[in-house]
């Protein structure tokens, strides 16, 4: 249930005052400094690593790790994305992952601390201006709370965030000389844009971009927004399937985040790195297709809803009796069409349902392979294991090709021209 209560909100002038100043003075001082004294390479690196330090600290750390537990990590790793989380200056994580459970949990509505329906603004950065309608309760991070880590920032929240930014500015002026520029560009301006960065994926994430994977949200997947904010820009995907440690689920998605935690847990600091299984987001973007495409598709064919379920049961059927018998369509016309995307968007359900049951048994077979009461009969589960594995991949693979195929079909409906109509006296 929802308790919040925007418009009577107290404003917090601290946070008014810091967001709207830092910004003006960060690109005024960059520009002084710029024609003064002129910006070399060095402010610039610095000003990259120190920004991928303290957004990563953000996006692997407050946000896949400790709000949505993604995977698991080390001590040192929790610790050193504490740090470097702290010093992106945007609360502490416990503050940050109770405003953002609350986001997930009541997307779109009062109950969501940066509801992207009040528009660009209050979503980007007008919410951090008033103070929360819960107040400091937090109370849906009780695992959090109970973190010796997480409750250690949040007691010192204000000095680590201060005392990890000056270290970091005067480590990169020792090393590389130009503390001023240092202060300026790797400390001042990189703060602001990693800040605003964060608010982007609370602003432009929820109203640019495509929604392959639920309507269900105003959450939209934008790949140039990932680009700048350490592969967030998958929105829509981190909606729909919030505990994968990746929001770019496709191997060439820029998500430098993911790699991060992925090489981590090559290197034993991390593990248990959640993937959504295949059949569910596969079938999520199916269903989402379906249900934009097939109304379309079956408006211009002239079929009746009813007709149109009364098909698709009977190639169902079919396709269990005689797939070959299925595939061959030498008709022409609109029937033809009709026919191959029956039968294919019966085949993509066919695929799912197939995935689904291999994962299952996967699951199992992984079970009896640690559980088994001989040598051999593990060895044996394994192997059993892997030849599963290899079926799912194949599955996948012909999935996502038979949904390809389907979405093209569908498109060919939607835009194939009316038969011919009847002559009317
Ligand atoms: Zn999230
Ligand atoms: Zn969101």
Redesign the pocket.
């Known amino acids: 249930m929802s308790q919040a209560k925007p418009e009577r909100r107290q404003i917090i002038w601290l946070n008014t005052i810091f967001l709207t100043v830092t910004p003006v003075l960060a690109i005024a001082s960059t520009i002084y400094y710029g024609v003064e004294y002129g910006i070399t390479w060095r402010e610039l690196v610095a000003g990259l690593v120190i920004w991928s330090f303290t957004g990563m600290g953000i996006t692997a750390g407050y946000h896949r790790l400790f709000a949505h537990k993604g995977y698991k990590a080390h001590k040192s790793v929790r610790f050193a994305l504490a740090v470097c989380g702290a010093a992106a200056i945007e609360n502490s994580a416990i503050a940050w992952c109770s405003d953002h459970r609350h986001?997930?949990a009541e997307?779109d509505t009062d109950g969501d601390p940066y509801n992207a329906k009040r528009g660009f603004w209050y979503s980007h950065i007008g919410w951090i201006f008033f103070k929360g309608a819960r107040g400091d309760a937090y109370d849906n991070v009780p695992d959090l709370r109970a973190d010796p880590i997480l409750a250690w920032q949040h007691r010192n929240y204000l000095a680590i965030a201060i005392g990890a930014n000056v270290l970091f500015v005067v480590a990169a002026g020792l090393l590389l000389g130009n503390m001023l520029g240092m202060a300026i560009i790797a400390g001042l301006l990189r703060l602001v844009v990693v800040q605003h960065m964060t608010f982007l994926?609370?602003s432009v994430?929820?109203i640019f971009g495509k929604q392959p994977w639920s309507k269900a949200t105003t959450?939209r997947d934008n790949w140039f927004l990932s680009l700048f904010t350490f592969g967030e820009g998958y929105?829509n995907y981190?909606?729909s399937f919030q505990a994968d440690y990746r929001n770019g689920p496709r191997w060439y998605n820029w998500d430098p985040t993911k790699w991060l935690i992925w090489s981590l847990d090559r290197v034993g600091l991390a593990s248990h790195l959640r993937r959504s299984p295949a059949d569910l987001t596969l079938k999520a973007r199916f269903e989402t297709s379906r249900d934009e495409l097939q109304p379309r598709a079956l408006a211009r064919m002239g079929e009746t809803a009813e007709e149109w379920s009364l098909l698709l049961q009977e190639k169902r059927e079919q396709l269990k009796d005689q797939k070959e018998q299925l595939m061959v369509s030498l008709r022409e016309g609109k029937e033809a069409l009709c026919d191959r995307f029956l039968s294919a968007e019966a085949q993509v359900e066919h695929y799912l349902q197939e995935l689904k049951a291999l994962r299952v048994d996967l699951k199992e077979r992984v079970g009896m392979s640690s559980t088994g009461t001989s040598d051999s009969e593990r060895q044996q589960h394994k192997r059993e294991a892997e030849r599963l594995r290899q079926a799912m991949r194949q599955t996948h693979a012909k999935a996502k090709e038979t949904l390809a195929r389907w979405e093209a079909l569908a498109l060919e409906c939607v835009s194939a021209a009316p038969g011919p109509q009847p002559v009317t006296a």
Request: glycine content about 0%; aromatic content about 0%.
């Open positions: 986001h997930h997307t994926i609370n994430a929820h959450s929105h981190h909606h």
